[in-house]
């Protein structure tokens, strides 16, 4: 075998590719051809260039640094690891950024790695919030129709009282029986 990258090595045996030499190789050409054009994009430090790409690219700016800045957590590109602010964000739920979750947990264990557990501390603390926003939303009360036709007792046309209308009783003329008046 050559000497390719490390991380295309392990996915070709991962995926059970070891013995393939020209599989391997057309990766790693791939993988060359996406860093050269790769190179171009991340040399970009002048403002106005970086807005003709945006505006090129048919993303609105907010749009961009979003997604960028996602792709760059995703990736580990930057060394920061993603915050409990972050987090709260992705799921919505700002509430739990108040709390302090270090202090409603257990204490760590030694075989779980800190970073690990933090990641799962976070999700819990996610997981929980989510619960109580459910709970409170259970217990709201619903909105009650207060029109003044719905509060008042319903009568079947049969008890209700009659009110006298000369247009609907019929009239006698002459002992002669009118519908109309």
Known sequence: MSTHNKTLHLL?????????EKVISKAAEFERLLQTKSIAGSNMSDTSKVKTTIKY?????????NSK?????????ESDKMTTSL????????????VDVHDKEEPLEPEIEPY????????????KELRELE???????????????????????????????????????NGVRLLFQ
């Open 87 to 98: 987090l709260c964000a992705a799921l919505q739920c700002t509430g739990s950024m108040e």
């Open 57 to 65: 690219s048919g993303l609105k700016s907010s749009m961009y640094t």
């Open 135 to 173: 709970e409170k939303e259970k217990c709201k009360p619903k909105r009650l129709d207060s029109h003044r036709d719905s509060l008042t007792p319903r009568r079947s046309p049969r008890k209700t009282p009659q009110k006298f209308s000369p247009y609907k009783s019929p009239a006698k003329i």
């Open 116 to 127: 690990e557990d933090w990641k799962r501390r976070m999700l819990e603390a996610a997981y």
């Open 12 to 20: 070709s045996s991962k995926l059970g590719l070891g013995e393939e």
């Open 69 to 77: 800045k996602v792709i760059q957590n995703l990736l580990e590109l």
